[in-house]
């Protein structure tokens, strides 16, 4: 304390605090409270040194945490008293580059309202600007170079402000009082429309790329973390255009409609998915289709949801409001392949699938996909995870000593860096399975390791010796962590929901290798973060052609065939009368289960799906991973009583026997009863099987506390159910809320699981 009485503070303060009006928030605050001093960006976060009288310290630091501005995320505020310093002002320094890289970075976020009135307000000189932004809203993550976060290490670097734009950005009263990207029209981005050569078109490209899809044709456009691939959603011949260009045959495709209200047109929209929908992360979000709906049969075929999100970019709400119809906005790539993210890219890559393309000059530094959420019981759920979303990290309730990469699974992967209380959890790269997805994968590390000056000393990977990212594991250099891909799906879980100790973990998905060498996915773990029990596991099946059971769906029916009936003669008796078209296989298929060639045993309840929904006759061959399981869902009534199944308690792992399941299954076929009735009935079943194991595990145990993870828990069908009757028997249920129950959350559970083991 000085002689005039006042206290002199330095304050760190850490989380998302760049690229959010922090420092703008801090000096209008300094101001409201008498405080003098100082504040800048760090490679920690924000550091303030303050001078003033005791109650006006007190009442700032209260208002810094109550009055942050909507997008800040504060993790931690420290005051510590420092000598005193001339201060007789307050002022916002330049960034201090010094020390180790740990802020937060925020994920892009979408038009605020405030920018969204300039641009249809025909008197602004941002009228229709498709580059608006302020320090509320617009690209962050995917054009930062470098922290701190300041506008010479980002993209827009090359982009020298206008006048007027530098007396906004200089103007502590004025919302984009450093906003990085400020711009206008005369010194920001520009936009134009070319031909599928590149060749520029005259007119105004938003205006020519809107009637472009009104007339039916495929717009490639720039957004923020890569191209968007858009057509007319109502017309089914435009639909089917691009899915046969793009090679995504029968995948749904998202839409984007104007608003709120243009979604309740198509979809019906409870409280809590309008708030994820309007939301500044602008998530795609899967909701229950209205009957009569206009939307195409060809954008979700067979599915009763529908992923509808709304605009995020200044550009997104032209092209929506000038087009007048709701958009398929697709991922811009060829099916399966990174999304292409530069204007060269993006011509050479798409020139086969799109007519025109919408191009500007504002670099993309990172590829961000859409992320994709819904609400299952009231809650999000997220099912990808992405632009919005990372790479905020996913807080952990401990925080551990040892930094662990942990390189993801084999499908719909993502990496995690682990660092301290954080799990920094990389945006979705998709399927482990080219080249391109390699060098994607790469791309996301290295930009996360830049930019949060991460050194892993541990690299935790699947326990498949086959998967890509297992044969990178060595490539590091650093000691390796091997960690059982089901497991890993119950830590993540565990580490999402800040749970530690025992748990029941029930673990159902596709595949995931066992280290009894047969492929598990149907598995009732007792578990920990670092060890774990196989309990109890679904009945193993033959796969005849191992992994061609995952596309030709008749051959996971035969495999359950030859377990269910009595002999050969009569499990090719019954596949010849469902699988007519399929009869002859069934000699080749019996002989190669006899053999054994290529044909691994599984306790997947992915394929458990696959062979129902094969023999009820909803699909037979699937086009892309879980089709068959979502399209069964869609049919299936609820109020049915559940097929048999029996629980053998014999010997550890216990077994669920789901062989009289198919049994009862069959016998309801050849009677002719209808899908909706015997997909339910097997969902029934199913859910009647977890909550008769998981009981008995508990009574067992004495653990009361179930964890849900895997794929297949994507069901909401099958999810809401396990919950609701899990419950009603006293047992506390645990569901993903920040990362994916699927592989996209898998890198956090090996990431949390290697580095308890490293602790102990």
Known sequence: MDRDGRIYREIEVNGIVQGVGFRPFVYRLAGEHGIAGSVT?????????????????????????AEAPPQAAIEAIASTDIPPFPADSFAILTSDAAGGKHTLISPDLATCDDCLEELFDPGDRRYRYPFINCTNCGPRFTIIRDTPYDRPLTTMAGFVMCEACEEEYNDPSDRRFHAQPNACPLCGPGLWLADGDGREMEGDPVVRAAAALREGRIVALKGLGGFHLACDATRDEVVSRLRERKRRYAKPLAVMVESLDAAEKYCRVSPEECELLASPRRPIVLLREREGSRLSREVAPGLRHQGLFLPYTPLHHLLVREAGIPLVMTSGNVSEEPIAKDNGEALGRLAG????????????????????????????????????????????????????LALGAELKNTFCFLRGGHAFVGQHIGDMDSRDALEHYEEAMRAMRRLFDLSPRLVA??????????????????????????????????????????????????????????????????????????????????????????????????????????????????????????????ETLAAQIESGFNTPLTSSAGRVFDAAAALIGVRSRASYEGQAACELEAVALKD???????????????RVDTRPLFAALLEEVGNGVGKPEMAGAFHAALAGAILETCGNLSRETGIERVVLSGGVFQNELLTAWV??????EGMATYLHRRVPCNDGGISLGQAVAAARRSAR
């Not at 359950?560 to 069934?586: I, K, Q, R």
């Open 353 to 404: 699938i799109a007519d025109v393309f919408l191009l500007h000059d504002r670099d993309i530094l990172v590829r961000y996909d859409d992320s994709v959420t819904r609400v299952i019981m009231g809650e999000e759920y997220p099912l990808r995870r992405a632009r919005g979303y990372a790479p905020y990290p996913v807080r952990l309730k401990r925080g551990y000593e040892v930094e662990v």
């Open 461 to 586: 990977h699947d326990l498949h010796p086959e998967y890509l990212t297992t044969q990178l594991a060595g490539e590091y250099g650093l000691p390796c962590v091997a960690v059982q891909h089901h497991h890993a799906h119950i830590v993540s879980c565990m580490a999402d929901n800040g749970l530690d100790g025992k748990v029941i973990g029930v673990s159902w998905d596709g595949t995931g290798y066992g280290p009894d060498g047969t492929v598990w996915g149907g598995e009732f773990l007792v578990c920990d973060e670092e060890d774990f029990e196989r309990a109890a596991h679904l009945t193993a099946y033959p796969m005849p052609g191992g992994d061609a059971c995952i596309k030709e769906l008749q051959r996971m029916a035969f495999g359950v065939l030859w377990e269910v009936c009595a002999d050969e003669m009569e499990a090719a008796g019954l596949f010849g009368a469902v699988f007519p078209a399929h009869a002859g296989e069934a």
């Open 640 to 654: 049915v009583s559940p097929y048999p199944y029996r629980l053998d308690m014999a010997a550890r792992p216990w």
């Open 723 to 728: 919950v609701e009757s899990l419950e009603r």
């Open 41 to 65: 960006n760090t490679q920690g976060g924000v550091r303030i040194r303050a001078a003033a009288g005791s109650s006006s310290m007190a009442s700032f630091l209260r208002a810094l945490e």
